[in-house]
């Protein structure tokens, strides 16, 4: 008689459902009294990169985000914000495929550096339903300002939840609808 032992794994196979980069695909977000909204716009070069922008609206700005999504998982290639800042030889990892409950991984940047933990799967409800979501953890460093963020990826869906603490404010936001197009 055999011992079958399973042990949950993101692995590369999976993994790219849980971030949908087809254009034009659409999340809706409740970020506190905030309603954000995230459309894919469709595919980008970043340097050699090949990327998917990701544009945020939320009331009274927007920002666009380039993500590489490869075998060994998403990396954040270039931000579009107050300022722009890109990471073309070191992106910032958003997941990392093939990693067990408990791995950890680190990223650094000039005076930014992070480590990432993948928590496991959990169920989890937001306002846009019951799902089952990855957790990753991060806790990082910019000059002076600590971050602590926790993200929900769920399979086919993406982002469904996210944590930011800063300091002593916390930020949740929550998927409340998500659009793939047909």
């Known amino acids: 008689m055999g011992l079958i032992l399973a042990v949950a794994v993101l692995s590369a196979a999976d993994e790219k459902d849980f971030f949908p980069v087809k254009a034009g695909a659409k999340w809706t977000y409740a970020a506190g009294e905030e309603e954000v909204t995230v459309t894919v716009e469709g595919p980008a070069k970043v340097g050699e990169k090949e990327c998917h922008v990701f544009k945020r609206e939320w009331k009274g700005g927007s920002s666009k985000e380039f993500f590489s999504v490869t075998d060994q998982g ?11 800042t890109e990471f073309p030889d070191n992106p910032v990892p958003r997941m990392k495929f093939g990693t067990k409950k408990g791995e950890t991984w680190t990223w650094k940047f000039e005076q930014q550096e992070g480590t990432y933990e993948n928590q496991g799967e959990e169920e989890i409800e937001v306002p846009a339903g019951k799902f089952k979501a ?17 993200r929900w990826f769920a399979a086919g869906v993406g982002l469904v939840r996210e944590e930011m603490k800063r300091g002593d404010q916390t930020r949740i936001t929550e998927l409340k609808k998500f659009e793939l197009p047909k």
């Open 74 to 84: 998403v990396f954040l290639v270039r931000l579009e914000a107050d300022r722009n």
């Open 134 to 150: 990855w957790k990753i953890h991060v806790v990082a460093q910019a000059g002076e300002m600590k971050y602590v963020t926790t």
